[in-house]
C-alpha cells in the first residue's frame, strides 16, 4: 500500500475535523446552548441600549447566528438521506462499482481524481458511441 504524504495526512485531519464539527453544528443541544448565549447577552446588554437601531441590531444578530444551527441541522439531516438514497441505488445496480458508495469518507483530492477518472470514461464512452 501507498504510503500517505504529510499533505495527505493533513488534508485527512482536516477532513475529519469538518466532519466533527458539522455534527457538532447541527446538533440540537448546540442549538440549545446557542439559545441559552443568546439570551444571555440580550439580557445582559438591554441596560445599555441607548438607541432603539442597537436593539434591532442586536435582535438580527442573533436571529441570524441561530439561523445557522438550523441550517446546518438540516443540511445535514438531507444531506444524509441522500447519501443513504444514492448508496441504495448504487448497490442495488450490477454495473455500478460499489467503490462508490463510502465516496464520503474520501478528501478532496481523492474527489478530484475520482471525478477526472469518472470524466474520462465518459469521454471513451461517447467516443465509442460515435464511432
Keep these: 500500500m501507498k504510503e500517505k504524504t504529510t499533505y495527505q495526512r493533513i488534508e485527512q485531519w482536516f477532513e475529519s475535523m469538518v466532519g466533527i464539527a458539522l455534527k457538532i453544528y447541527g446538533h440540537p ?34 436571529i441570524t447566528f441561530l ?16 447519501r443513504i438514497k444514492i448508496n441504495e441505488l448504487i448497490a442495488s445496480h450490477d454495473k455500478a462499482s460499489n467503490d462508490l458508495l463510502a465516496i464520503e469518507e474520501k478528501t478532496e483530492t481523492e474527489l478530484e481524481e475520482l471525478a477526472d477518472k469518472h470524466k474520462d470514461q465518459a469521454d471513451r464512452s461517447r467516443e465509442n458511441n460515435a464511432s
Design 29 to 62: 443541544l448546540t442549538f440549545v446552548v446557542a439559545l441559552l448565549f443568546v439570551i444571555f447577552f440580550l439580557v445582559q446588554s438591554i441596560k445599555n441600549y441607548a438607541h432603539l437601531q442597537d436593539v434591532v441590531r442586536d435582535v438580527i444578530l442573533s
Design 67 to 82: 439561523s445557522f444551527f438550523i441550517i446546518q441541522r438540516a443540511v445535514n439531516k438531507t444531506t444524509a438521506a441522500l
